[in-house]
Each structure stands twice: as C-alpha cells, then as structure tokens.
C-alpha cells in the first residue's frame, strides 16, 4: 500500500512540472498560422552583459539563443524557431531546449532560434498570449506564423518543417 501512495504521489509531481493549457484550439490564446508575429525588443545577451543568468532558468544554456531580441531576428529574413519554456521548473521545457541545440547544430545559421524563459522576457509571454509552457513558434522568412505548438516536440515533428523553411518552402 506504501508503494502505491509513493507512485501516486510521484506521479502527481511528474504532472504538476509544467502547465500546458491548450484553452480554446481554434485560436485564442496563441497565433494561428499566417499571422504577423509581433515585432518587440526582448532582452538579449548584449543587454545583460553576457550574463547568462539574466535570461534563462535553464541549466546547460546555448548562447546562441540569447543573441537576437525578437524585432531583431524578424529583420533577419530567416526561419525562426521561437520557444517558450521555463526549464527552472518544467521538466518538458528542460527537454525541449536540448532538442532545439540539436536542431541549431543541424540548421547553423539557416535558422535563428530563440528561447523566452518567462522569469526574463514576461512580456513576450504575454505579446504572444503563451499560457503553458512548452510553447513552440515556428516562423518563416517573411516573419509570420507557421506553427504553434503547445507542448514538447519532437525531433521528427519539428525538422520536416524546418526542412521546408530553409528551401524557401511554405507548409
């Protein structure tokens, strides 16, 4: 009996790590494909003098997240992955990240990834409406909204899409 309590409660901890509330799916609450993305100055890593800690809970931080605010990245012209995760108390999140280095090793600078830790950058949480976390925006070329997706992705999930981008291709 011991036991089963010991699961149910670890089961309950596992469930509560992160807050993903997909609300109403024909919109509300985050952009639907096609829509302009918000063009705002979100902290950077030159805004904080390179301190990490400034801008992301995450424990194995890739800095080349944390170069472009996200009017920035818009000027670019490039494919954007845009996530927003609070790894410091999201299991998910944490995992997300991990996937996204490996997606940045692969994609170089064909891409510009971006992570939103809602600790340092609350109002590009709120410019893009996230309530839960992980969210996922995957932006084309011309800066509008090719995918959201709420919750973690996976590999097979996110590189066809962003094979697509980088051929100048459109889901």
């Known amino acids: ?27 509300g609450g985050y952009f639907l494909k096609g829509e302009a993305v918000p063009s705002l100055a979100t902290k950077t890593l030159k805004d904080v003098g390179g301190d990490m800690a400034k801008l992301t809970s995450y424990r194995y931080p890739d800095p080349r997240m944390y170069q472009w605010s996200v009017d920035e990245a818009l000027k670019q012209h490039k ?7 609070t790894p410091g108390h999201c299991t ?17 600078d064909q891409v510009l990834f971006l992570h939103m830790d809602q600790y ?7 410019a893009f409406q996230v309530r839960g976390e992980p969210w996922t925006f995957i932006v084309n070329a011309e ?11 996976l590999y097979q999930e996110i590189d066809p899409v962003l094979e697509l981008l980088t051929q100048g291709k459109k889901l």
């Open 1 to 27: 009996m011991m036991k089963c309590r010991v699961f149910i409660v670890a089961v309950l901890i596992a469930l509560s790590g992160c807050d993903i509330d997909f609300g109403d799916m024909s919109g």
């Open 79 to 85: 494919p954007i992955v845009l996530e927003f995760a």
């Open 92 to 108: 998910q999140c944490d995992k997300q990240l991990q996937l996204l280095k490996e997606m940045m090793n692969k994609y170089g």
């Open 120 to 126: 340092y950058n609350p109002e590009a949480y709120d």
């Open 143 to 153: 800066g509008k909204v090719e995918m959201v997706y709420p919750g973690r992705m």
